[in-house]
Every structure is written in C-alpha cells, then in structure tokens.
C-alpha cells in the first residue's frame, strides 16, 4: 500500500488526492490530506468572495473527494516549526506532496505604504471571509473614500464587496461582524487604480460586469485617461478577453452620469509613488502619471495626482513563503522542482513533491490547478515502485496523536458545518461562517460527544 501525505486542502491539494484515488497503476492507495486550518477547501472557503455563490459550490466538488473512503482530512495540523517537522512526515509517509499555496502578498515599496488605514487586499478578504487568523476589524471606519491599487481579480473583488448593500451580503455565509460594518459604511468612492492601460489589465470581464450591475453604483470612467491606450482606440487585434474588457469600459466612458450614492472609477496608467498621512493614517494616494513605452510596459511622465482615500487596499499579487525544511527559489517565491519532484541543490529528493502556487507561483484560475495536480502525481506514481518498498513505522494518525496533536478529523468539520447554520439560523441568515479559532475548535470537538 503507498501511503502519501497531501499537505494542503486547498483545490491543488485536493486534486493532487483525487488524481492519486482515481488512478488504477498503483494498487491501494490512501491519502491523509494535512490542513493547517481546522477546516478544508483553502481559497475556496477563504478567498472567494461570499457573493460569488457559484464559484463558492466547487467545494461540493472538493466535498466529494475528501469523503473518499481512502482519503482522510487532517485539519488543526501545522507542518513546520510548531507543529510536524518536514523531515518527520518524510518518515510517516512514502510521498509528501505539499500544495501549501502563496501566503503572503507583494508589496508596493513606496514610503506611507504602512500607514494605518492601508492594508493589503489579503487581509481585507480574510476579514470578510472569516478566516480564524484575521485580526483586523477597523478596515472601513470613517472612512469617506477608498483606493483599491491593482486591476486584477481579487482587486475587483474587494472594490465590488465595498460597494454591496446590507441586503444583498445577509444572503451570504459572511460572519455578522463583517456584514455589520459593511453595512454601516460610510465609503461612496471608490478607485481602482492600475499602473498600465486598459487592454493590460488582469480581471476577466464577468468580474468587470458585475460592477456595473450593483444597485444605487455607478461607474464613471474618463474616456481620455482610456485614450492613453492605443489598443483601447482600436481594440479589434487584441485578444478576446482583454477585447472584451475593453469594450465594457468604453460603454462605461460613454454613459451619461447617473447621480448614483456611490461611485466606482476605474483608472489607469497611474503608478502609486506614496501613501500620504492625514492625521496620523493615511489620507490620499499620490500616483505619478504613465504612458506606454512602446514595449508592453509604462514609463513615468513626472506628472503626479493625489487620491483622496481614508482605506487603502494593495492588491498586487502574491508570493509564496518559506516552508522551514524545504528548498525555496527565493527570486520565484516557489520551491524548485523538475516536473512537481522537488530538487535539493538540482538533485531530486524522493519522495517529496509540490503542486498549486508553491510549484508554479500565483498564477491560473481554480481550475489551472487540476492539471497541475496531475503532472505531479504522474511523477509521483512512476516513482511509487521504489517508495513503497520502503517500511512506514505503522498508522501516521496514531503517530501524530501520540506526538501530541489532535487533529480535526472528517466528523470534525461536519460539526463545524452544523454549528455554522445554527449560527446562521439564530440570526434569520443562512449558514453563517465561525470568525475565531475558538469558536472552531470548540464546534469540532462537538463531533465526539
């Protein structure tokens, strides 16, 4: 029997289980799907938005994997200093394959960037998506205006979520903190700021849509800033997404203004230089103009604006972290790998493997990590007739427990589950999610009385 361990129950490591499950080369497999978190489905639970109902059901998807009869999940488990060393999963188990995503996020590097009131777009996520290490909760208040800096996905995301009524978050499993204060927001401004043209943007044009679809919003787009962009004059030779985009905008550009109570503008070729303080946080965004540079990237123009702004949310991207044992490209914010085996100094490691983010970098939609997935466990499978011959000091769960931990285990995140809809019951919602380590911890252990 190979016995491999996933580290990671987001969609690259549930993939990485179902492609070992599915498989009929190897006879006998079993997976233990090890989660820092008490609970599964990694950005599907905590980085999709909670209005994006839709995108949101893939963890019934990822549901059906986990309650594989050769697939346990092991959440509350933390690989690397506290918790399961590297090393000790090498001995528990034939084959580790970490899928432990990017978890943290670029920066900007510009002098205020630390103000208070600027936070990055992560946090603001995790805070209305619940996720148990989110400590933050002053994200809105008194705040007039916002500045979203970035023109990709998520960035669309947070200036969507700022811009939703009350009515239409309650539907959703967002904890009550969070719903209240968005619903008592005073922001009607808000800028989504990227330093490129229009055609160069990142977000897919069902997420653009939505902005305009929001009730009592409004989006006010300066066709001359547009203008700046060749291929926004004529967009016929671009490809058919950024085309698109670039047709919704110009159908933004050329509506009359509505007089709506709040305002999303999107801007371009705006390079952020400083965060500038007003009364001890931060007040205004200063942006130095761009234009193109005829070679697919800006130059400056020495020209500047400032953006009034009490909250500010940087979404620039991601990158992977070390993970304490492990090799890491430092330049890549990836572990070195050939094909998803992990490589020591340029030589293989048996036995240990990466999918998703850590292997690739943040790149791709949910789905790019099926794919992903497969290629490292078709590695891994042809290496499996010399991992299994070697002998596994017995059951790593009762391994793990006798080291001290106490994994939440499938029955676990049921109740957790169960607790999250009569928490959302006692409030006149729907299933509303737990915000705290506590409140989790004390719902999963439910599951053995």
Known sequence: MLHVAVVGSGPSGVYSAQSLVQQNQVPGVRVDVLERLPCPYGLVRYGVAPDHEKIKSLQNNLRAVLEDERVRFLGGVQVGPGGVSVARLRELY???????GAATDRHLGVPGEDLPGSWSATEFVSWYSAHPDSVADEFILGARSAVVIGVGNVAVDVTRMLARGAA???????PQAALTALAASGVTEISMVGRRGPSQARFTTKELRELGALPDTEVVVDPEELALDPAYLDPSDLPAAPRRNVEVLRGWAAAAPQ???RRIRPRFFLRPVELLADGGRVGAVRFERTVPDGQGGVTGTGRYEDIEAQLVLRSV???GVPLEGLPFDTGRGTVPHLAGRILRDGVISPGEYVAGWIKRGPTGVIGTNRPCAKETVTSLLEDAPVLVRRALPGDPLAALRAEGLRPVEWAGWQAIERAE????????????KLPDWESLLTAARTAGS
């Open 421 to 432: 809809a009569q928490l959302g019951a006692s409030l006149g919602r729907g299933v509303v």
């Open 317 to 319: 991207g991601y990158r």
């Open 259 to 261: 007089g709506r109570p």
């Open 94 to 100: 034939h084959a580790v394959v970490y899928c432990v």
């Open 168 to 174: 239409e978050l309650s539907p959703t499993d967002m």
